[in-house]
Nanobody
Framework: QVQLVESGGGLAQAGGSLRLSCAASGRTFSRNAMVWFRQAPGKEREFVAGIKWSTTYYGDSVKGRFTISRDNAKNTVYLQMNTLQPEDTAVYYC????????????????????WGQGTQVTVSS
């Protein structure tokens, strides 16, 4: 059974940093696109970052502040979040495709088949 489990969320002050992890189990995801989305109350789920092989993609609001990486040996993807702002407050979700996407990754959350349960990130001003 495929499972994605996020960790590393919590409370941070504006300007601070957090590192999220997403550990996958049930299959190897080295050939899959791995992505992070976030959802704030009352808002749509927003694409944050994605990685396919070694190519990375970022949402406009996090470019230059967040970095996505993966460790295929650990079947884990990370999201390093620096210079956090109150508007980064949201539930952060890890997701993966079925391995079907080549090239630019979709930024629509409906494109991804596997999802974690989410981890809360709260940034205080």
């Amino acid at each position: 059974q495929v499972q994605l489990v996020e960790s590393g969320g919590g409370l941070a002050q504006a300007g601070g940093s957090l590192r999220l992890s997403c550990a996958a189990s049930g299959r190897t995801f080295s050939r899959n696109a791995m992505v992070w989305f976030r959802q704030a109350p009352g808002k749509e789920r927003e694409f944050v970052a994605g990685i396919k092989w070694s190519t990375t993609y970022y949402g406009d609001s996090v470019k230059g502040r967040f970095t996505i990486s993966r460790d295929n040996a650990k079947n884990t993807v990370y999201l390093q979040m620096n210079t956090l702002q109150p508007e980064d407050t949201a539930v952060y979700y890890c997701a993966a495709d079925r391995g079907e996407y080549i090239g630019v990754l979709p930024k629509n959350f409906r494109a991804y088949a596997y999802w974690g349960q989410g981890t809360q990130v709260t940034v205080s001003s």
